[in-house]
């Protein structure tokens, strides 16, 4: 990826990305397909052909994060259709977009199209099309997402952004989650052997139980919601 300033003289080269004769820690040299560079032009973001996407710092050409190809995903078969050319090569399709406001990354590569925290690369949504993604973009309320795909009957869908917010609610897996009567609290236990309570507008947590020595497999609220059970190992708690 080549790199320039805009000056009043015309254009200046600011180098490549990565810079010249250096490889940082987590890049993987290979055909780059699409890039975009975010509103405020800290970061520069390059899809490669094998669908690992690298998002650069270009005040000095470091990676700051990578985020590894997704699993392809096989149409069904009742949705794919054949490609109007059968001779023509498909196009390698992908894209990559930042949100307007800076806060997401839109990655469309082969069949699947993900959204990620344009900070850390920490995956938020994903969809699986139907055909391979040829391109998308962000609308201007950084929440609607039109897609482009190839060999599919509908080759142009919306897609909306839905995630209200993350908890990270256990170390490890979360194996059973359960709402409060009223819908305000969140019952979760984990492989942690923890069993939290959360608020559920916010995702703050409200109160931590005393857990079993066991993973937690299973959490359960009373109608009234003034217990809850979690059962783990040989062992129910309440």
């Given at each position: 990826l080549l790199l320039w300033e805009i000056t009043e003289e015309g254009l200046a080269s600011k180098g490549t990305l990565p810079a010249a004769d250096t490889k940082p820690e987590g890049f993987v040299a290979k055909s780059q397909i699409a890039m975009a560079i975010s509103g405020d032009g800290k970061h520069v973001a390059a899809l490669d052909a094998t669908g690992r996407t690298h998002v650069w710092n270009a005040s000095d050409q470091t990676l700051a994060f990578?985020?590894?190809?997704?699993d392809e995903i096989a149409p069904p078969a009742a949705e794919a259709v054949p490609a109007a050319d059968a001779d023509a090569a498909p196009?390698?399709?992908g894209q990559v977009q930042f949100s307007s406001d800076g806060a997401k990354l839109l990655i469309g590569h082969r069949?699947?199209?993900?959204v990620v925290d344009a900070a850390s690369g920490r995956l938020l949504q994903q969809f699986d099309e139907a055909a391979t993604v040829a391109s998308a973009a962000f609308a201007p309320d950084n929440l609607t997402m039109a897609v482009g795909r190839v060999g599919a009957a509908d080759n142009a869908v919306l897609r909306q952004y839905s995630l209200e917010r993350l908890i990270d609610a256990h170390e490890g897996a979360v194996a059973s989650i359960a709402f409060t009567p009223d819908g305000a609290g969140i019952v979760s236990g984990g492989v942690d052997k923890g069993v939290h309570l959360w608020n559920s507008s916010d995702g703050s947590r409200l109160r931590s139980y005393v857990g079993?020595?066991?993973a937690i497999n299973s959490v359960a609220v009373t109608r009234d919601g003034q217990r809850v059970l979690a059962a783990g190992g040989d062992s129910v708690h309440l």
């Open positions: 990578a985020v590894a190809a997704s196009p390698p399709g069949q699947r199209l993900r079993g020595e066991s």
